[in-house]
């Protein structure tokens, strides 16, 4: 806030003839300066975005340092990088990342859990764009059913496909019997990777749509005229997709790349609703592990410690992105 | 799919354009089919007799349809009560964000001033932040503000998260308008403030309701917060209220599938009739 500060007093400064008097009668007037405008309206959003936002990642990169089981908040003790060290366990580092439990696991399910489901997502609504970005008649209906997955909270889509892969009486399971492709029932939630299959499969079905109404934006900005002139070179439509389209769908396709790369790596209410984190840890992702470590085994310091390992991996995550990306267009 | 892409390089005949448009119409059905399977699932679950849910092969039509499921479902937890929590932190986050949103996305479109690119991308910036890092300190303090179980204990972070969003929203439909919308006030005599509110709020009607959607239904949705701030059976909103929700019977899947089709009729009513605006604000948010 240390800008706006001296933005007002630099205003303020500016104007040495201005009595005290007269800046009054300037306030009640309601005569303010751009720059002075723009400060009174953006103090209140950036002040509260440092509370709410930027207060509490600070907050918990202190807690990671102490300890800090929830009954004995106060008065903390600090213990360095402790809480880190019983998080990373014992063992060399690729072992531990490609064997460890608890974290390490959690890593693995999160990272494995992004890395698929965001490409797929990314090529199917790209598809899903294309199918959508021409008039037709029924596409307000198709719009409004196409949408329904991702306007449906995920944790209650979760608890619907609980119901649907149930082992026993599930549809998916009825359906895959009667197409003759498994013979009897299989109980996709109780294996730990059918499971993980299964949430994967989930979040792919939940946010293509999503994907495609942002990508949908990015053509839709393409000027016709493009495709015209490449129609009259003769351009297959193979060819104007690779030449017109994909090149100038670039800065959509990343903004759609960051939108649902974090969120995918922040998975909590799939999990927590589908199996729990079951079975035997396969589908806990990094969120859910780090919760129940907390507000279930009331670790808060060690709780922190891996809050403050995720929030690294997303800030390296948006760097990457927007490393790519960055055009700063503002006037 | 393939068939819509296919080369045009020479005459259409007839069959071909048949065969294209069954194709086109084709691929939307049956992707509107698995969009909108599960949904009509748990109603075709929630309409049938307790001892035809568990029963394998499944029963694709209900036999003797009944709303039992129903009667049990809003006997056993206060559905009508999440309902009305979810709708209060909506709309609450809805409208502190328009309000913060707008003043900060008129700031940042239309008013040159210093620091502006630091203060566009700190805003920006804090929805990058990861939700769980942010969650265990806010957690300690709504217990120590007593804000654990209030509307209000939720309706500030989840403003706070969907703020850049909103800002986002609104920067972007003020930078489409005339600089000459200003200039004719100031001309008049309008204030900077004067303009503000006289002018550019009034005319920015749609993107006011594009941002309260997205917000919405964000906050209507969200789960993680709403799981650990709202401790009390009184308190919790629809999606904990679902997730938490276990039924008093061994096979409760008959009231659990009535429980989750009441909960999702506002959103499809809401989608019926909102859509083209939440098109609007997903798209915005595409347009890098």
Excluded: C
């Excluded at chain 1, 059918?194 to 994907?211: D, N």
């Excluded at chain 2, 089709?261 to 989608?271: D, K, R």
Aim: overall charge neutral; charged content about 15%.
């Amino acid at each position: 806030m240390a800008d706006t500060a001296e933005t007002a007093s630099g205003a303020a400064a500016q104007d040495p003839a201005a009595g005290r008097q007269n800046r009054f009668e300037r306030y009640r007037d309601l005569r303010f300066t751009e720059e002075e405008l723009a400060v009174i309206l953006l103090t209140p959003v950036v002040s509260f975005l440092l509370a709410v936002s930027f207060y509490p990642i600070f907050d918990t990169v202190m807690a990671s340092l102490h300890t800090g089981y929830v009954l004995e908040i106060e008065p903390r003790e600090f213990v360095g990088l402790e809480n880190y060290r019983s998080l990373y366990g014992s063992g060399p580092l690729l072992d531990q990342f490609l064997n460890g439990g608890g974290f390490w696991n959690a890593l693995r399910v999160s990272l494995i859990y992004t890395v698929v489901s965001v490409p797929v997502e990314l090529v199917l609504g790209l598809g899903l764009a294309l199918l959508l970005n021409r008039e037709f008649r029924g596409k307000y209906f198709a719009q409004a059913a196409i949408l329904f997955p991702w306007a449906i909270p995920t944790v209650i889509n979760a608890r619907i496909w609980a119901w649907m892969f149930n082992g026993q009486y599930g549809v998916v399971n009825d359906l895959l019997v009667r197409a003759g492709i498994i013979a009897n029932p299989f109980p996709f939630l109780a294996k730990p990777d059918a499971a993980l299959g299964a949430m994967l499969f989930i979040t792919i079905w939940k946010t293509s749509s999503f994907m495609a109404l942002i990508l949908l934006a990015g053509l839709q900005s393409i000027p016709d005229h493009l495709y015209e002139a490449a129609r009259m070179d003769g351009a297959s439509r193979l060819r104007q997709f690779k030449d017109v389209t994909l090149p100038l769908l670039k800065p959509t396709l990343l903004v759609a790349l960051i939108f649902r790369t974090l969120p995918a790596f922040q998975a909590f209410g799939l999990p927590y609703g589908l199996t729990g984190g079951g079975p035997a840890s396969a589908t806990t992702t990094l969120v859910l592990f780090d919760h129940q470590l907390t507000f279930n085994r009331l670790n808060f310091g060690e709780g922190s410690a891996a809050a403050t390992v995720i929030t690294l991996i997303a800030l390296a995550i948006a760097m990457l992105y927007v490393g790519t990306l960055y055009e700063p267009e503002v006037r | 799919m393939a068939t819509s892409d296919r080369d045009r390089g020479f005459e259409l005949e007839t069959f071909q354009w048949v065969g294209k448009k069954v194709g086109f119409y084709g691929s939307i059905l049956i992707i509107a089919l698995v969009s909108v399977f599960p949904i009509l699932w748990m109603l075709i679950t929630s309409l049938k007799q307790p001892g035809n849910v568990v029963q394998f092969p499944v029963q694709y039509v209900p036999q003797d349809p009944t709303l039992e499921n129903y009667r049990a479902a809003l006997e056993q937890a206060p559905f009508l009560r999440y309902l009305f929590n979810s709708f209060v932190v909506a709309s609450g986050t809805a409208i502190l964000d328009v309000f913060l949103g707008s003043l900060a996305g008129y700031a940042l479109s239309r008013l040159r001033f210093r620091f502006k690119l630091p203060v566009l991308l700190l805003i920006l910036g804090t929805a990058m932040l990861p939700f769980i890092a942010r969650l265990i300190p806010l957690f300690s303090l709504a217990r120590s503000w007593g804000l654990l179980n209030s509307y209000l204990g939720l309706i500030i972070p989840y403003a706070a998260f969907q703020l850049p969003f909103a800002v986002w929203i609104f920067q972007a439909y003020f930078k489409e308008l005339p600089d000459s919308l200003e200039e004719a006030g100031l001309m008049d005599g309008l204030s900077r403030v004067g303009v503000l509110f006289r002018i550019i709020l009034p005319v920015s009607a749609p993107a006011m309701a594009t941002a309260a959607i997205i917000v919405f239904i964000y906050a209507w949705n969200e789960f993680l917060f709403a799981l650990t701030f709202m401790t009390e059976d009184s308190m919790r909103t629809i999606t904990v209220g679902i997730a938490l929700y276990q039924g008093e019977f061994q096979y409760p899947w008959g009231t659990i599938s009535a429980a989750v089709f009441m909960s999702v009729i506002p959103l499809i009513l809401f989608m019926l009739f909102f859509q083209r605006k939440v098109v609007e604000g997903l798209t915005a948010t595409g347009k890098a």
